[in-house]
Each structure stands twice: as C-alpha cells, then as structure tokens.
C-alpha cells in the first residue's frame, strides 16, 4: 500500500544469471517500501520505456519499491528474443530474487506489452496483482489472434493502462473482450491519444505532458493501494 509523504529512494543493480545468460534487475527503492512492483520490458525495447522509466522515478516517492526486469537477450545487445518459455525462465528468477529482496511485502507484477504478457503467463500464489501495460491483446491487424486467454489463466486482481490509440488493442476492444468473460476484477484506464509506447505524442504541450505522467502514476498507485490494504 503506497505511503504518504516524500520518501527518498536508492537505485541499485543486481545480475541475475539464467540458463540464457545474464539478466539484470534495476532497483528503484522506496526508503520505507510499502509494496513492491516488479516489472518486464517490450520485446524490442527496453526498461528505459517511458512508461516504466517514469513509474520507477515516482513510485518510490509513494512507498513502492520498483524493480525493472532486463532480459538475457537485451543484455546481450540483441532485440530479439528466442521464445516465450525463455523469458518466463528468465522472469521466474527474476520474481525469487524480487521476493528475496523485499520478504514479507505484497508483490505486483507486470510490465509492457510483452512484458505485461509473460507476467501474466508467470502468475502465482503469493503475488498480489497484475499491472499491465499497453497489453497486446492481437497482432497489429490480426484481432481474431487474441491473446486475451493468457490474461485470464492469470485470475488475479490485474490493471490494464491501454493506449486509445492502440494497435495491438484498443481500449473499447479490451473492454469488449473482458465483458464476454464475466472477469470483474479488471480495471481498464484509457490513456487519451496514445499508442502503443503510452507516450505522449512529440508535439503535446507541457500541460499534456503532464497530464499523462499523473494518468499513469496515479492510476497505477491507487490500484496498488487498493489491492494492498
């Protein structure tokens, strides 16, 4: 449950070795954590994405600890990943080495697009909830190629923060998906004029700007705080 008031907070690296080589968890610590939030980069991107870079700033502020997971394959320089079971290897050291730093806390999950997807695929008993974001929920063009079922074998309290401007999804098509499910532990946060990245658009003013960092940090921090208390 984030905390009120200014925290300081401490960035640190840990090197998590895997059967596909190195990882690395970048640690964002809150100086009183209240709850922790573990976190996947894009398949061809990185954990410098604005939407997790920007979580890691402001969390810990709040009392949320934040640890960015980077995959073997981005460590080794390359964009491409080998398969879906290599990163949930890699993710489930990830999540021990998580647990091990911060024991006892409540533990969120998540990450961005296929990052989001291989938390969900890693969901387990003793973690407190999903945040996903920019979910793919189909190829660009491809919406009969739903990967709505990974969502689902997951059944945990999950936010989802969707680009309105998505392709891989929009928000009115996650929300039209979840309604023929029955699931009524999704929160759905439309981030207005955005794409996949969640990014604002070069030419946002400042206002804009700003208004989509409190979006996606206020959205985000009250979800925890609610599935902490």
């Known amino acids: 449950m984030p905390a009120s008031g200014c925290q300081t ?16 968890l970048v640690l964002d610590e809150a100086d009183e954590p209240a709850a922790v939030l573990l976190l996947g980069h894009g398949a061809g991107g990185d954990i410098d994405s604005w939407d997790l870079a920007l979580l890691a700033d402001r969390l810990p502020t709040l009392g949320v600890s934040v640890a960015r997971f980077r995959q073997p394959y981005r460590v080794a320089g390359r964009k491409i990943f080998s ?14 080495e998580v647990s091990r730093q911060w024991p006892g806390l409540p533990l969120f999950v998540g990450g961005r697009s296929a990052g989001a997807r291989t938390a969900c695929r890693g969901y ?28 689902l074998e997951a059944s945990a309290p999950t936010l989802i923060v969707q680009g309105e401007k998505d392709t ?53 921090a009250a979800f925890l705080n609610e599935q902490g208390s």
């Open 9 to 24: 907070e401490a960035v640190s690296t840990i090197t998590i070795d895997t059967p596909d080589g190195p990882a690395e």
């Open 83 to 96: 398969s879906a079971p290599g990163l949930d290897r890699a993710w489930q050291l990830a999540v021990a």
């Open 124 to 151: 387990a008993t003793g973690q407190s909830g999903l945040v996903l974001l920019a979910f793919p929920l189909h190829p660009p063009g491809k919406p009969d190629k739903s990967r709505l079922g990974e969502l």
């Open 168 to 220: 891989f999804g929009t928000p009115d098509q996650v929300a039209a998906a979840l309604a023929e499910t029955g699931r009524s532990d999704v929160r759905l946060v439309a981030m207005p004029g955005a794409g996949h990245t969640l990014a604002p658009k070069a030419k946002a003013t400042v206002d804009e700007v700003a208004e989509a960092e409190r979006l996606l940090v206020w959205s985000v």
